[in-house]
């Protein structure tokens, strides 16, 4: 059967027209609040997320400043992921975004890859935002780690919670203490049922429920990462074994 979708996203965002243009439509600037590495050549966006190339994204307008769009192919079961950015400047340097994603799911499963793919959309839109209204103009260096594999998922969100001192919400400090580096200690700017995310003063820290069944560190680092890849992994199997 299948499922059409779309998706609409805004924010008002403390960055000019030109710094939001940045973010959408470069290879760094992609990275540093999407997911894994982008590169953006020839009228195409590819991304490689955990080792795996994913479709390819062509454009298919180009407005600078104004809008830009890129979609998917779609493939032999009528598969397709398609983005839209919307661009208006207002007043002291802020610009209104809005993020249009739409497409169509196939099967009669299509519902759970729904979910997650919503949940995992207002993740990055709030990353984007977020990223925008600290970092804009900066690059950073995308870390993909993944914990061991999850079969009670409340039980290991309530772990995670944990860790970071109870509940979340928007606004509250937290502090976690992985393995080797100095405590993170920073502020939770997104969370829902399947992702929390964590701002630092040089970080961008995202913990998302993974499709393949384990917790993902999904973080954006513009400090330096040297260690942080060994010291999230650890800090992920201890979080998140399974125990009897």
């Known amino acids: 059967m299948g499922h059409e979708f779309e998706i609409p996203l805004d924010s008002l965002v403390e960055a000019t027209p030109e710094q939001v243009w940045e973010a959408i439509t470069t290879g760094p600037g992609i990275d540093s609040w999407f997911m894994g590495r982008n590169e953006v050549e020839g009228g195409a966006i590819r991304t490689a997320f955990a080792g795996v190339e994913l479709p390819e994204s062509r454009v298919t307008a180009e407005e600078p400043l104004k809008r830009f769009a890129h979609s998917g192919v779609p493939g032999p079961d009528g598969r397709f992921v398609a983005y839209e950015f919307l661009l208006e400047a207002r007043g002291q340097g802020s610009t209104l975004v809005r993020m249009v994603t739409s497409g169509f799911l196939p099967g009669d499963d299509w519902e759970q890859e729904y979910e997650a793919m919503s949940t995992g959309l207002a993740l990055f839109f709030a990353t984007l ?88 560190a999904m973080h954006l680092l513009f400090g330096d990462p040297t260690g942080q890849a060994a010291a999230w992994r650890s800090w992920l199997e201890d979080a998140h074994a399974e125990r009897a």
């Open 129 to 216: 935002t977020e990223y925008l209204g600290h970092f804009a103009g900066r690059a950073a260096t995308p870390l993909t780690e993944s914990g061991p594999p999850v079969s009670d998922w409340p039980r290991a969100w309530r772990s995670l919670h944990a860790a970071l001192g109870g509940t979340p919400e928007p606004g509250d400090a937290v502090r976690i203490t992985p393995p080797g580096l100095p405590p993170v200690e920073g502020v939770v700017y997104f969370r829902n049922a399947q992702s929390v995310g964590v701002r630092t003063s040089d970080a961008l820290y995202r913990f998302v429920q993974g499709m393949g069944g384990s917790m993902l």
